[in-house]
């Protein structure tokens, strides 16, 4: 059936439903290996303890949980609280020197996640790191490199990855029941964005310690604007809306269809801000050929850029429309759905073969004493990081990018190079 009839009716025509979230069970190669004593535990060191990091936390509080840091002193003594074993820094870097650590959860805002992770991977340590990967592009692919040369156990921190209904989307488009898919439409509805730098410079709150929360960004008088979460939107600080969540969403066809380095990145959005990120933005990738695999163009949406003929699609919030020669899927975190529904009547799923997931985290902890793989590791997290973040990069250049993913280069806007990697603070330096 013509695709446009496929684009047509899939609001109308869905044929099959499934949800299912993160179960028992183990990676093949995981169970193979011989399994170290429950009272062989990691000694781990938590870098951020706020917010998402009370999440991790939890996920790693059977092991030894034996340094804390964090820059905020509330957050920090309350961390303290339920590990009063842990000795309590204010400084990543102090933390990473204390004897005997074995493994880092890097839970910071993303201005931060790259210099704490390096330093770490540097220093033969485990690195648990939440999305997106890093703040800029030449973070990541120095991440990625870091990684391969440590030889340790990392892991990204995109948790649905871990989710029993992205392994059946992936062996559904792998098995090939939509035909060839050469398109892609993905989107969020967060928005992270919009403002302008503050005047007032009210005092640092005694708890907080400011200079070290910049860390690498520029120097900036404190205000609260900028935290808890509301850093996501300044350039200094995160990426806007695809930074917050793409690393979620183009997770999945990066996973369905092998996908790697784009060819091209172009993106539009409303004037660039040179303070703050956009509050909505459209990014088009191409990617090449791999393989047997056709080439895949990609569409980002987030914020108030969402086509409203899929806005409705994801009750989420967010999700992937895959375009193939014979139908379309269209799924979100927990579920999927096959359009048209008259070609699809019947359909049953292939038999799984993507071994389920022991948890997110728990796969970072195996493989951290076991050796054994994890499925979002810096190679296959740093790739992912990069693409998602040059659309900022294309954004703020204002034109379409030709990129040499080799080379880490724009062959064709000398411009772009400024976005790729940021000044950093003198001490805060990763060459």
Same mark, same amino acid.
């Given at each position: 059936?013509?695709?446009?009839?496929?684009?047509?009716?899939?609001?109308?025509?869905?044929?099959?439903?499934?949800?299912?979230?993160?179960?028992?069970? *183990?990676?093949?190669?995981?169970?193979?290996?011989?399994?170290?004593?429950?009272?062989?535990?990691?000694?781990?060191?938590?870098?951020?303890?706020?917010?998402?990091?009370?999440?991790?936390?939890?996920?790693?509080?059977?092991?030894?949980?034996?340094?804390?840091?964090?820059?905020?002193?509330?957050?920090?003594?309350?961390?303290?609280?339920?590990?009063?074993?842990?000795?309590?820094?204010?400084? *990543?870097?102090?933390?990473?020197?204390?004897?005997?650590?074995?493994?880092?959860?890097?839970?910071?805002?993303?201005? %931060?996640?790259?210099?704490?992770?390096?330093?770490?991977?540097?220093?033969?340590?485990?690195?648990?790191?939440?999305?997106?990967? $890093?703040?800029?592009?030449?973070?990541?692919?120095?991440?990625?490199?870091?990684?391969?040369?440590?030889?340790?156990?990392?892991?990204?921190?995109?948790?649905?990855?871990?989710?029993?209904? @992205?392994?059946?989307?992936?062996?559904?488009?792998?098995?090939?029941?939509?035909?060839?898919?050469?398109?892609?439409? $993905?989107?969020?509805?967060?928005?992270?964005?919009?403002?302008?730098?503050?005047?007032?410079?009210? !005092?640092?709150?005694?708890?907080?310690?400011?200079?070290?929360?910049?860390?690498?960004?520029?120097?900036?008088? @404190?205000?609260?604007?900028?935290?808890?979460?509301?850093?996501?939107?300044?350039?200094?600080?995160?990426?806007?809306? %695809?930074?917050?969540?793409?690393?979620?969403?183009?997770?999945?066809? *990066?996973?369905?269809?092998?996908?790697?380095?784009?060819? #091209?990145?172009?993106?539009?959005? =409303?004037?660039?801000?040179?303070?703050?990120?956009?509050?909505?933005?459209?990014?088009?990738?191409?990617?090449?050929?791999?393989?047997?695999?056709?080439?895949?163009?990609?569409?980002? @949406?987030?914020?108030?850029?969402? !086509? #409203?003929? %899929?806005?409705?699609?994801?009750?989420?919030?967010?999700?992937?429309?895959?375009?193939?020669?014979?139908?379309?899927?269209?799924?979100?975190?927990?579920?999927?759905?096959?359009? =048209?529904?008259?070609?699809?009547?019947?359909?049953? !799923?292939?038999? !799984?073969?993507?071994?389920?997931? %022991?948890?997110?985290?728990?796969?970072?902890?195996?493989?951290?004493?076991?050796?054994?793989?994890?499925?979002?590791?810096?190679?296959?997290?740093?790739?992912?990081?990069?693409?998602?973040?040059?659309?900022?990069?294309?954004?703020?250049?204002?034109?379409?990018?030709?990129?040499?993913?080799?080379?880490?280069?724009?062959?064709?806007? =000398?411009?772009?190079?400024?976005?790729?990697?940021?000044?950093?603070?003198?001490?805060?330096?990763?060459?």
């Amino acid at each position: 059936m013509p695709t446009r009839h496929h684009r047509r009716d899939f609001l109308k025509h869905t044929a099959l439903a499934g949800s299912a979230l993160a179960g028992t069970g *183990f990676f093949s190669s995981l169970a193979a290996a011989e399994s170290k004593s429950p009272n062989e535990k990691l000694n781990v060191g938590m870098i951020g303890t706020a917010n998402q990091a009370r999440f991790t936390m939890g996920n790693v509080s059977k092991e030894n949980v034996v340094a804390l840091c964090d820059i905020d002193d509330n957050y920090l003594g309350k961390a303290g609280q339920e590990f009063p074993q842990a000795r309590k820094y204010n400084d *990543f870097r102090k933390l990473l020197e204390q004897p005997g650590l074995d493994a880092v959860a890097v839970c910071t805002p993303d201005h %931060i996640h790259a210099p704490a992770t390096v330093m770490a991977l540097r220093m033969g340590k485990h690195v648990y790191c939440e999305k997106p990967l $890093t703040h800029n592009v030449w973070e990541a692919r120095l991440v990625a490199q870091t990684a391969a040369k440590a030889k340790v156990a990392t892991q990204m921190g995109t948790q649905i990855h871990a989710g029993d209904n @992205y392994r059946r989307v992936v062996e559904i488009i792998q098995s090939g029941a939509i035909g060839p898919v050469r398109e892609v439409h $993905t989107w969020a509805g967060r928005s992270w964005g919009g403002g302008d730098r503050p005047k007032e410079m009210p !005092p640092v709150p005694p708890n907080l310690h400011w200079d070290l929360w910049l860390g690498p960004a520029p120097q900036r008088p @404190y205000h609260p604007t900028y935290l808890p979460a509301n850093w996501r939107k300044w350039w200094d600080f995160g990426g806007g809306n %695809i930074a917050d969540m793409a690393c979620h969403h183009v997770d999945l066809p *990066f996973w369905a269809l092998k996908l790697r380095a784009p060819l #091209s990145v172009e993106a539009e959005g =409303p004037p660039v801000h040179p303070e703050t990120c956009p509050l909505g933005l459209i990014v088009r990738y191409e990617f090449p050929s791999r393989g047997e695999l056709p080439p895949v163009k990609l569409t980002w @949406y987030d914020g108030d850029k969402i !086509p #409203s003929q %899929i806005e409705g699609l994801a009750t989420g919030g967010g999700g992937n429309l895959f375009v193939g020669e014979r139908g379309m899927l269209w799924a979100d975190y927990g579920s999927w759905r096959l359009s =048209p529904a008259s070609d699809f009547a019947g359909y049953k !799923p292939p038999e !799984p073969t993507i071994p389920r997931s %022991i948890g997110h985290h728990a796969e970072w902890i195996a493989a951290c004493k076991t050796g054994g793989p994890t499925t979002c590791n810096f190679d296959y997290a740093g790739a992912l990081s990069e693409a998602v973040l040059l659309g900022n990069v294309a954004y703020r250049v204002g034109q379409r990018l030709a990129w040499d993913a080799a080379a880490l280069k724009a062959t064709n806007c =000398p411009e772009a190079d400024h976005f790729l990697r940021r000044e950093y603070r003198k001490g805060w330096e990763l060459a």
